[in-house]
């Protein structure tokens, strides 16, 4: 198969390639174009021109186009979940690469649905004042690896919802799946010419991005060094951002909760792609009185789950995307080792090509080791003792990150008290990582800027212009 860049709605090659790598195996899976900065003005020079027609487009157009690509995404799900699974890893079963497609067809449906409007501020004798929400412009958005697909989708379908016109820039770890998504469209005849682009590129095209003139907004999801970079270089043009950037979230066990019911939900919130999630749960609080039979309840839970190649059908943990993130889990685990912790289960560097990595319970892990203290964007969980509940909320709240933490207790209203002291962007209760089209999500502190999802997150894609009628 072979992958193309699109830009004005044309299939476009480029002289330069890489290599994109099937992280189960360590194989070469294809060669990817390389764009070059050159192809990045092009796709936004079409996007610019695209833009005032679309914006103009009538709403119930647009609405049309969105159900479209849903019906389109639909009919290629098998083939788009392969592409994830090969690229990215995730598996076939479980919430996997096809759970991922399925996302992204609901999202696109529920952002279908969604409506700024325009809002009546006053209307007298004497005047009328009306709030309009206009489509911010050229959006770029830039995905990661860990849900390519998901988050391209995240981005993308407010963005055409709300007017904007888009050029998309996805991970060189992940390109592909978003290549054939847009290629799909294009050649469906769904969207005008130069209103959805793609390119790849190296950071020389992501830094363009952040500094281009005639770019109006940028949706970023990714690390908080990052995010940082392109706020900096965004800060010339005044651009819009979206930023949903690096978390660390912590989950607090209240003293006395029987957690043997709930090791599913603790299991998914936390080793859900393999850990690979924004929103995992990845710091666990456990009372001194429940500590030993929360982690061996765990080490046994997380036994008796297959880690494998994800094109395997009864994989329900598949490998790490990369080689940078496999590298940094080794190194984690091995630093946490080194340090005294126990390692309950896993933590064994594996034999093989591929970024295969054990699902990894750590106990006595203290605040200050490098593996409670940073994200570590993997299956590994550290599970940390307390004696005291506010000792542990604050605890839990220490790090410059906020995007989601959690609460379990047998009481959901006391859990919910505790939750409620968890500075984060979402607070669960009995469950972690639970999303949803109509809810909004964003992070606080350093988790990012702005929210997405429902029509908080459609508003992010617009500008408030007053109309203001003397009668």
């Known amino acids: 198969m072979t992958y193309s860049l699109t830009i004005d709605g ?29 192809d ?59 759970f991922e497609v399925g996302g992204c067809v609901a999202w696109t449906r529920v952002t279908q649905g969604l409506s700024t409007g325009s809002e009546v501020l006053i209307d007298n004798d004497e005047e009328r004042v009306e709030l309009i929400r206009e489509p911010v412009g050229v959006v770029a958005s830039i995905t990661p690896w860990n849900w390519p697909l998901m988050i391209a ?26 290549l054939k998504l847009v290629q799909l469209i294009d050649e469906a005849g769904i969207l ?51 930023l949903e950037l690096g978390g660390n979230d912590a989950g607090i066990v209240l003293p006395g909760t029987d957690m043997s019911k709930r090791m599913e939900d603790l299991f998914w919130g936390s080793f859900i792609n393999a850990g690979q999630t924004c929103s995992c749960l990845k710091r666990l609080y456990v009372h001194d009185d429940d500590y030993d039979a929360v982690c061996e309840g765990l080490a046994e ?28 889990i080794v190194d984690l685990v091995e630093n946490v080792r080194a340090r005294g912790a126990r390692i309950l289960t896993g933590g064994e560097k594996p034999n093989g090509k591929g970024y295969i990595y054990p699902l990894t319970i750590i106990a006595d892990a203290t605040d200050d080791m490098r593996v409670v203290a940073e994200e570590q964007f993997g299956p590994v969980l550290p599970v940390i003792r307390y004696s005291n509940l506010d000792d542990a909320i604050a605890r839990a709240n220490a790090l410059e990150v906020g995007l989601g933490a959690s609460a379990w207790g047998d009481d959901p209203e006391e859990a919910a008290k505790v939750a409620r002291k968890l500075v984060a962007g979402t607070r669960w209760v009995n469950r972690h990582g639970v999303l949803n089209p109509t809810v909004p999500m964003g992070g606080v502190k350093q988790s990012g800027i702005g929210v997405e999802f429902g029509e908080e997150g459609l508003r992010e894609y617009t500008t408030v212009q007053i109309l203001s009628v003397a009668k």
């Open 10 to 38: 044309k299939a476009v090659e480029t002289r330069e390639t890489f290599d994109v790598v099937n992280p189960a195996t360590g194989d070469v899976l294809a060669a990817c174009p390389q764009a070059s900065v050159a």
């Open 40 to 98: 990045l003005d092009r796709a936004v020079a079409a996007a610019r021109r695209a833009f005032p027609g679309w914006a103009a487009k009538p709403d119930a157009d647009r609405q049309d186009a969105l159900g479209k690509i849903a019906d389109l995404i639909e009919a290629h799900q098998d083939e788009l979940a392969a592409l994830i699974t090969a690229e990215q890893g995730k598996p076939q079963a479980g919430p996997g690469a096809p």
């Open 153 to 178: 989708v995240w981005h993308v379908m407010p963005a055409l919802r709300a007017g904007c016109t888009v050029v998309m820039k996805p991970s060189p770890h992940t390109p592909l799946s978003t």
């Open 192 to 242: 005008p010419a130069g209103v959805l682009n793609v390119v790849t590129g190296d950071a020389e095209v992501g830094d363009r991005i952040s500094s281009h003139p005639d770019i109006d907004k940028i949706a970023f999801t990714g690390s908080i060094a990052t995010g940082r970079r392109i706020m900096e270089r965004a800060g010339s043009t005044l651009k819009r951002l979206t």
């Open 301 to 328: 839970f997380v036994g008796g789950i297959k880690v494998g190649n994800g094109a395997e059908p009864d994989t329900l943990i598949g490998p790490l995307s990369n080689k940078m993130q496999f590298d940094k």
